[in-house]
């Protein structure tokens, strides 16, 4: 079993849905990590957290710590979302990372 | 800045050859990450630099694979006798040294062992 597990594998959306990623860890953590990669290789980073709830434009991060679990959440998706989302986990000095969640969303 | 820069992009050898890829990492940073990425996997840790000191490597890094970071800038990754298996995507990140600081990740340099 991975350290880190993510929902869906393979996500399609329309145009304006409402997506929900989940992430799941087994491990002690001090921060995870949503990122965002695109065919060419390059990774973004999204949001870093270790509690609660945070929020950047149309995207929303949430964790929680006792269950250890964290979501990413896009409102009123579009077609420039389609990408890959890591999440990935801060475990002593290095990055766990989950297998990615593939996302398209189709105008 | 220019973020962290990595070359080359892609790199196309024959099995049994030796390659060296380079990673130039956010100038302040002092930590310095390398992973592997295979398709249709999340990135795997090989090993991280503070400085120029080679603090962590991974089970994953055999003897074929050396990284450097001489200078505390720079660093190099350099894969001796290539294998099919070594095909991925070779990832440089870098960070400050505080725990939960936030790593920039380079483009990748794209190997092919054919």
């Known amino acids: 079993k991975n350290e880190v597990e993510q929902s869906p594998q393979n996500l399609t959306a329309q145009e304006g849905e409402f997506i929900t990623i989940n992430c799941s860890y087994s491990?002690?953590?001090?921060?995870l990590h949503w990122l965002q990669q695109h065919p060419g290789g390059g990774i973004v980073s999204l949001f870093m957290?270790?509690?609660g709830k945070k929020k950047h434009g149309r995207l929303i991060a949430t964790i929680n710590i006792q269950e250890k679990h964290s979501s990413l959440h896009i409102t009123a998706s579009h077609p420039r979302d389609s990408a890959v989302y890591i999440c990935?986990?801060?475990?002593?000095?290095?990055?766990?990372f989950g297998t990615g969640t593939r996302l398209q969303v189709f105008p | 800045d220019t973020g962290v820069s990595q070359n080359p992009r892609h790199k196309i050898t024959k099995r049994g050859q030796n390659v060296t890829f380079r990673c130039d990492p956010i100038?302040?940073?002092?930590?310095l990450y390398w992973y592997r990425q295979t398709l249709g996997q999340g990135p795997e840790f090989l090993t991280y630099?503070?400085?120029?000191?080679?603090?962590?490597k991974s089970r994953l890094l055999s003897d074929r694979f050396s990284a450097e970071r001489p200078k505390g800038s720079f660093s190099t990754l350099e894969i001796q006798r290539t294998e099919q298996g070594d095909s991925a995507m070779y990832l440089c990140?870098?960070?400050?040294?505080?725990?939960?600081?936030?790593?920039?990740f380079g483009n990748g340099t794209r190997l092919t062992v054919t």
């Open positions: 990140a870098s960070s400050f040294a505080q725990g939960n600081s936030p790593l920039h």
């Open positions: 491990v002690g953590i001090s921060a």
């Open positions: 957290l270790s509690s």
């Open positions: 990935a986990v801060h475990n002593t000095d290095k990055l766990i």
């Open positions: 100038s302040e940073h002092n930590r």
């Open positions: 630099f503070q400085n120029e000191a080679q603090l962590e």
